[in-house]
């Protein structure tokens, strides 16, 4: 067996390393998630354009309002248990039990309290087919926590190449039974027995793939533990959901439903971007670091290449986009959209802010310190919600410089949480920043003539001239200021080609 490395992020250069060090683990993970996601995303695309010529607006109406009305207790069933699991540094068979015993109570709680009051949100909206689709929407609340322990210890593992293949099959059965039985005429019921079918499988698979099943006796000995934990984490949540909605019910307030619309139609570009980036990597990183704080290795180095890399795959992308703001906007999205087009520089800046610094639960979470991150959150929502409401009382424009205000305080928040941590200053940061600054500028330079061109339109051709331009300047940009990207690039070449 080669011995293991302590290094948990990838070697300047990205040179070779040993077959299973940690380096390498995180790679092979990263790679999984991304494939992952792009599978999900490109099955459900396939899906979607089937499901738009076989149900009505009205039918699918009916489900969206079914997921809506049952969306907070989905994101409360699991409680922040799952990383309660891949964190815990000593986690021992009666806290597996345990876990598995507080999911139970958890989700089969809110299933229960979902099943009974279908028939309110029903008659709320006098449909008396959302009462049937969120029938079986509670059954996945029975359904789900059978194998969430397993996915939760799956990932503590690093076996993201299993749960890729969990992941396919689950997305494969959702999409193709959705389909099939819209197609039979099952009308909105078609997407939810398709979600309760992917979720029994997802379960299934989950428990075939490991190989102790012990803690299928559930137990409650550790659940004040566990409750404290996943409770505070529940609670960060949702007041993250719950600023992330309020400003926009703030917007409505103080304007209109279509501003609403415009200032949602500017966040889309970017964020599907970030989700893009940090879902995948933030799915990888929490079990990575929390083994390397368990081993009493630093994760410092490793935040610090995460920075590095995000910004500077982030910041040139917008830069670009904020050049030619308008003019993208309307050739996408159309002549209507135009004052999303107007808004959407400050917005594209405040996204790009959040990569400063790593996100906080991808710090806090490996540490154990969920009282952090209630605490951070808490002190975000707060500022954020205030400075909404004033910027939204000014206009849209104001509303979205707010959301630039917004952004750096987070930032400042986070930095003054995580610093004790990692033991690093802003100083050990200014190198990403200089070295994704200057290659940002340089692929901007196609966008920059654009801009000064003065013209008001953009053509699909002339876009895909900037897009390709703007991406050769950017590989042109890492390899001058040696980024380690350019490493990982050469790395995955060399792969690829089987040199």
Not at 242 to 256: E, R, V
Not at 319 to 342: C, S
Request: with cysteine; aromatic share 10%; glycine share 8%.
């Amino acid at each position: 067996m080669p011995k293991r490395s302590t290094r948990s992020s990838p070697p300047e250069g990205g040179g070779a390393e040993k077959e299973g060090t940690p380096a390498l683990n995180i790679r092979r993970s990263i790679a999984w998630t991304f494939s992952e996601q792009t599978l999900q995303y490109g099955l459900q695309f396939v899906a979607s354009i089937f499901i738009a010529r076989l149900l009505t607006p009205d039918e699918m109406g009916v489900f969206v309002l079914s997921m809506s009305a049952a969306a907070v207790l989905i994101s409360l069933r699991t409680f922040g248990i799952g990383n309660y699991l891949i964190r815990e540094p000593e986690l021992n068979l009666d806290k597996i039990r345990s876990s598995f015993g507080v999911m139970l109570l958890i989700s089969w709680s809110l299933g229960l309290g979902l099943y009974f009051g279908r028939h309110l949100v029903a008659d709320f909206y006098d449909r008396a087919s959302i009462a049937d689709v969120m029938a079986v929407l509670a059954l996945s609340f029975i359904v789900s926590p059978i194998g969430a322990p397993a996915f939760s210890l799956m990932s503590r593992e690093m076996r993201f190449k299993a749960l890729h293949n969990i992941g396919f099959a689950s997305s494969f059965v959702n999409s193709g039974l959705g389909v099939l039985l819209a197609y039979l005429g099952y009308s909105s019921m078609a997407l939810a027995w398709g979600l309760l079918a992917s979720t029994t499988l997802h379960s299934l698979l989950c428990l075939l793939a490991v190989r102790d099943r012990r803690w299928l006796r559930p137990s409650l000995t550790y659940w004040r533990q566990i409750v404290c934990f996943g409770g505070t984490l529940s609670l960060s949540t949702l007041i993250a959901t719950a600023n992330a909605d309020g400003i926009k019910f703030l917007l409505g307030a103080f304007m209109s439903p279509a501003g609403v619309a415009q200032f949602g139609r500017a966040t889309q570009v970017p964020r599907i971007f970030r989700q893009g980036i940090f879902a995948p990597v933030s799915r990888v990183l929490t079990p990575a670091w929390s083994e390397d704080i368990r081993k009493g290795r630093p994760i410092a180095a490793a935040a610090e290449k995460l920075v590095a890399a995000n910004t500077v795959l982030v910041w040139p992308a917008f830069l670009a986009m904020g050049l030619i703001a308008e003019p993208f906007i309307i050739l996408v999205y159309g002549e209507n959209w135009r004052p999303a087009g107007q808004i959407f520089p400050w917005i594209l800046l405040s996204h790009a802010l959040l990569t400063l610094l790593p996100q906080p639960e991808q710090v806090l979470i490996p540490y154990g310190r969920a009282g952090a991150i209630l605490r951070l959150r808490s002190l975000a929502a707060a500022f954020s919600l205030s400075t909404g409401a004033y910027g939204a009382s000014l206009g849209l424009e104001a509303f979205a410089i707010s959301r630039v205000a917004a952004a750096c305080f987070l930032m400042v928040l986070v930095f003054i949480t995580v610093r004790p941590l990692l033991g690093v200053g802003l100083r050990r940061f200014a190198a990403c920043y200089l070295r994704a600054g200057f290659v940002a500028l340089l692929a901007a330079v196609p966008a920059l003539a654009f801009h000064l061109s003065g013209r008001g339109s953009l053509t699909l051709p002339e876009l895909l001239t900037i897009v390709a331009a703007s991406a050769a300047l950017w590989l042109l940009g890492i390899v001058i200021t040696r980024h380690f990207v350019w490493g990982e690039l050469r790395l995955v070449a060399r792969r690829a080609f089987g040199h």
